[in-house]
């Protein structure tokens, strides 16, 4: 079963940074579409970022651009969401998902309909 797995979530203050680690066990990241959600509780599942292989330089909505960057390693296989300036209405359940076929593209935006495969997601908290 193609299913990421995620890491280094925890808890951070106000300001601070955090990097999530997407890892892939069978199968070849480097190949597929890579997005990053989160969801907090009573809300709908987001995406803080997604990057596929037809776009490079990724896709971020408002509320995280600028903020937020996904990067790859495709020797590691593994693909990382650094998060920096965290804000207090960042955090959730973060999930790495992928997709052989999404291609992506601004009409498309990084929405969780396009991913086929999902870890099981990892907490984030920001708090004082």
């Known amino acids: 079963q193609m299913q990421p797995v995620e890491s280094g979530g925890g808890l951070a203050q106000p300001g601070e940074s955090l990097t999530l680690t997407c890892e892939a066990s069978g199968f070849t990241l480097e190949n597929f579409a890579i997005g990053w959600f989160r969801q907090a509780p009573g809300k709908e599942r987001e995406g803080v970022g997604c990057i596929t292989n037809k776009y490079n330089s990724g896709y971020y909505p408002d509320s995280v651009k600028g903020r937020f960057t996904i990067s790859k390693d495709n020797l590691r296989n593994v693909v990382y969401l650094r998060m920096s300036s965290l804000k207090p209405e960042d955090p959730g359940r973060y999930y790495c998902?992928?997709?052989?076929?999404?291609?992506?593209?601004?009409?498309?935006?990084?929405?969780?309909?396009?991913?086929?495969?999902w870890g099981q997601g990892i907490q984030v908290t920001v708090s004082t």
């Open positions: 998902a992928t997709d052989p076929n999404f291609l992506g593209g601004p009409d498309y935006g990084c929405s969780p309909v396009y991913f086929s495969w």
